[in-house]
Every structure is written in C-alpha cells, then in structure tokens.
C-alpha cells in the first residue's frame, strides 16, 4: 500500500473525486488515501485556503490526486492550483488531448499533449495597482524555467515515441519575454536531433488547432498560452469532462482533471468524471501500477464508445455514479 493526499476540492470535485476512488478500489490499485482540504471547502472549515498542512502531506507521500478547487475572481484568496504548483516546485502541466471514439467531434485523430510550463509567466502574481488608473501585472519568464520545461517537452516526446515538438510564443512582439522561452527551446532542441522541433504564434496556432489538429504532436507553451490552448484542446475532443492533467516536480507530482469546479452542475450527480478518472490511471502509471492504469483506460474507453450511461455534456442522460457503475462493470472483463 502506498499513501496518496486526495483532495476532494470544490464544486463538483467531491463527486468526480469520488468516482475516481471508486473506480481505483474497484482495479484494486494499492493506495492509502490521506484525505486533505484545499479550497474554498477548507475555507468554510476555518481553515487556510492551502495550509502547510495539506503541503506537508503531498510532500511526504510524494503523489496526489486532486479534484479542482474554486477561486474567487478579482478579490480573495489566491489560487490554490497557482500555489500549490509554485509551492512544490511543480514545474510541468501535461495535458494528453485524444480523440476518444463514441464521442463524436468535428475531428477523429487527435492525439496532442500540452505541455505547459506551470511556475512562472503572467501567472507569477507580481501585480500591483497604480492608484486607480491602471494595473501592472509582470510576465515573468526565465532561462532556468524556459530550459526545464523545453527539456521536460523532448524527455517526454522521446520517451513516449512522439515526433515533433512545436513551441508556442508571441516573440513578435513580446521579445523579450517569450523570445527567451524561444532562445532557451532552440537550444535545448538542438540535443534532440531525432525530435522535429517548429515554433508557431499563438493566435495562429488557436486558428491551425481548429483547423488542423490533427497536425499536432506535443505542443511546448508558456504558463499562459497553455493554460489557453489547454481548454480549446479540450473543445475539440468532448470537452473539458474528458481532458486529465499531471502537475509534475521532482519526485512530485499532482493529478487533475483540465477543468475546473463547474459551479453551474455542483452538487447535481451529474458531472463527467471521465477526466478525473484518466487523471488518476495517469497518477498509477507515475507509480509503477501501469497495468491497473491501463485496465482502467481500457474499461473507460469501453464504456464511452457503447455511448452506455453517458452524462449530460455528452449528450447522455446518466448520472456521474451512473457512469461510474458502468466503468467499474467493464473493469470485471478487461484484461
Ligand atoms: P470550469 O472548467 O469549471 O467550467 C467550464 C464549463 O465546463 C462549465 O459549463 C462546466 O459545467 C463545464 N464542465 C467542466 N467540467 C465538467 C465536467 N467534468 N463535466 C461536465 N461539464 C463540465 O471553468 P470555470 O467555470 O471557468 O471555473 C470555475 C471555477 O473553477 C473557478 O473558480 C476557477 O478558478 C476554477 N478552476 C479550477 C481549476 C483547478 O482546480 N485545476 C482549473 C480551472 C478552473
């Protein structure tokens, strides 16, 4: 058995989350859950936002999976996933985006992963007011964090037998900023011969993406453009229900769905948590269980492409538990 921080989150976290245990107890996958509260839930509790506490224990056990977690807009805490990813030193966001066949989508051969670098950019929360006139926010890129996540993009390409890395950027006008992302991606492509490397701008990537995706392989973004382009790859496979997510350090690392809280279908029994699940089949492959992770894709595609108890942005009319029965089911005959 080994410990894994589960965070339940906010919104509908708490039942795609719990689908996700569901599932893994169903596959028998060897995990001790410490449960902790990050969010808006531990707020409500007395509690901070993200304590050290729930830092604490992901640093010890080393893996967690978590169910998102909601940030107030303009005011309020800070965001807990920022935080979190800056706290733990989680410096690559990965996002594998795949067709899945019995979702049916403008394209059929999608198979992309964003890699997103996840520390720093206009996410970095250097922002300040000038009096009430104007806002300064600071786009934040350095060479150490450009090099890893360039690094972090051809490791993964060259272990996962993929074929081209394409950078994301706006180094036309953003020269500074986002041509050090460049300079630092050049540099590091060029120890990576058998890998194809291209740079393309980031509005006319969000035009080739709804165009060609097909095109693409793994896409290397700062903090922002992929946290954009994350979501816009989400759209041309089903939606956010069915995008998982790794946040991963050194010997660290955090599993979650692309999207967020949902606040609109909290509490309705009616989320997909598809995501969550692939999310967490990605977590047991990190930790040495691929089999069971593959079990679980497996059981997951299955039950997706005979269209049974799909949920609502599927255009089905199950519940979550519902579709979580039908998986678990399909687990028994996989192999
Ligand atoms: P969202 O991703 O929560 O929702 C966008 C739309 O997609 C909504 O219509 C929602 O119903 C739908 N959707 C999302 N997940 C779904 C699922 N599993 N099944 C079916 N439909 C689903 O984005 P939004 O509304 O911009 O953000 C809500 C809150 O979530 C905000 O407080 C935001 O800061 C937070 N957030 C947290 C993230 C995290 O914890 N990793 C990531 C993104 C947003």
Not at 59 to 65: A, D, H, I
Not at 194 to 215: A, S, T
Not at 322 to 330: A, G, P, Q, T, Y
Request: hydrophobic share 40%.
């Amino acid at each position: 058995m080994r410990k894994v921080t589960l965070i339940p989150g906010d919104g509908i976290g708490p039942e795609i989350v719990g689908a996700a245990v569901k599932v893994l107890e169903a596959a028998r996958a060897p995990i001790e859950w410490e449960i902790a509260d990050a969010g808006i839930s531990a707020v409500k509790k007395g509690k901070p936002a993200l304590s050290d506490e729930v830092l604490d224990s992901i640093r010890k056990n080393g893996v967690c999976l978590k169910g998102p977690t909601e940030t107030p807009v303009i005011s309020g805490h800070r965001s807990v996933n920022v935080a979190l990813r800056q706290e733990l030193g989680l410096y690559a966001n990965l996002r594998p985006v795949k067709s899945i066949k019995g979702i049916k989508t403008r394209y059929e051969r999608i198979d992309l992963v964003v890699v997103r670098e996840n520390t720093e950019d206009l996410y970095a929360g250097i922002e300040h007011k000038i009096g009430n006139v104007a806002a300064e926010s600071v786009k934040l890129i350095t060479a150490e964090a450009s090099s890893r996540i360039a690094k972090f993009a051809f490791e993964y390409a060259r272990k996962e037998g993929r074929k081209k890395v394409t950078a994301v950027h706006k180094a036309n006008i953003m020269k500074l900023s986002d041509g050090l992302f460049l300079e630092c991606a050049r540099k590091v492509a060029a120890d990576y011969p058998d890998i194809v490397y291209e740079e393309v701008i980031i509005d006319n990537m969000c035009m080739q993406l709804v165009r060609n995706p097909e095109k693409y392989d793994v896409l290397l973004c700062p903090n922002l453009y992929g946290d954009i382009i994350s979501d816009l790859c989400a759209g041309l496979v089903g939606g956010l229900g069915v995008v998982p997510g790794a946040n991963v350090g050194d010997g660290v690392a955090v599993f979650e769905a692309v999207h967020g809280s949902a606040p609109d279908i909290a509490g309705k029994n009616v989320a997909n948590p598809t995501a969550m699940i692939l999310s967490a089949a990605m977590m047991l492959k990190y930790m040495g269980e691929g089999k069971k992770g593959e079990r679980i894709e497996k059981a997951l595609y299955e039950a997706l492409e005979a269209g049974e108890n799909l949920t609502p942005d599927l255009g089905g009319k199950a519940t979550t538990d519902e579709f979580c029965e039908s998986v678990i089911k399909r687990l028994e005959t996989v192999v």
